[in-house]
T-cell receptor, first 115, second 110 residues
Framework: KAGVTQTPRYLIKTRGQQVTLSCSPI?????VSWYQQTPGQGLQFLFE???????NKGNFPGRFSGRQFSNSRSEMNVSTLELGDSALYLC??????????????FGNGTRLTVT | SQQGEEDPQALSIQEGENATMNCSYK?????LQWYRQNSGRGLVHLILIRSNEREKHSGRLRVTLDTSKKSSSLLITASRAADTASYFC??????????FGTGTRLKVLA
């Protein structure tokens, strides 16, 4: 079974630009969540989707948005990039994330650098 | 920001020694999971301990959970160089939202 695939692996963008990151979950997994990882803040929850519905959102500004498609693939978008958005963005899929007993399966992330 | 606290932040040991890392939360813990992250890569699930369990073993891993103290510990016995990684605890906060600990960076010297 293929794992979680995130594309692209690396991105370099300039302040003010926007970026779209993609995540393909493990086949059959309907829950996809996104995390931002930085040295200073650690792993921070961005949002979680299940069957195309956002079920929870973290404390991030509206510049961060996401969506999920009918095939469970997900994208996240960051508009008007700031230097502080430089981070490793991780996507995780799960069969169902509600009870805390299903493991999260992570992709290798997209390393975003904003200059 | 909501995070679990892990200590130590970094740990350096010799191959063959045991490594213990601790995790605590300010909010209540239900089921708790531990993950490993190799440098610059995604996290890998190691073990789950449910809220009604106090201790769980898996291979060289031993996890304990104390819900009254809102804390957990991970013990890796007979460490190997390949165990060098960062280790994170994670628990659900509300619905569908995992809160991760700050992480412990483990270095195992050959």
């Amino acid at each position: 079974k293929a794992g979680v695939t995130q594309t692209p692996r690396y991105l370099i963008k300039t302040r003010g630009q926007q970026v779209t990151l993609s995540c393909s979950p493990i086949s059959g997994h309907r829950s996809v969540s996104w995390y931002q990882q930085t040295p200073g803040q650690g792993l921070q929850f961005l949002f979680e989707y299940f069957s195309e519905t956002q079920r929870n959102k973290g404390n991030f500004p509206g510049r961060f948005s996401g969506r999920q498609f009918s095939n469970s693939r997900s994208e996240m978008n960051v508009s008007t990039l700031e230097l502080g958005d430089s981070a490793l963005y991780l996507c995780a899929s799960s069969s169902h994330a509600g009870q805390g007993v299903s493991p999260l399966h992570f992709g290798n992330g997209t390393r975003l650098t904003v200059t | 920001s909501q995070q679990g606290e892990e200590d130590p932040q970094a740990l350096s040991i010799q191959e063959g020694e045991n490594a213990t890392m601790n995790c605590s939360y300010k909010t209540s813990i239900n089921n708790l999971q531990w993950y490993r992250q190799n440098s610059g890569r995604g996290l890998v699930h190691l073990i789950l301990i449910r809220s009604n369990e106090r201790e769980k073993h898996s291979g060289r891993l031993r996890v304990t959970l104390d819900t009254s103290k809102k804390s957990s510990s991970l013990l890796i016995t007979a460490s190997r160089a390949a165990d060098t990684a960062s280790y994170f605890c994670a628990t659900l906060s509300g619905t569908y939202k995992y809160i991760f600990g700050t992480g412990t960076r483990l270095k195992v010297l050959a």
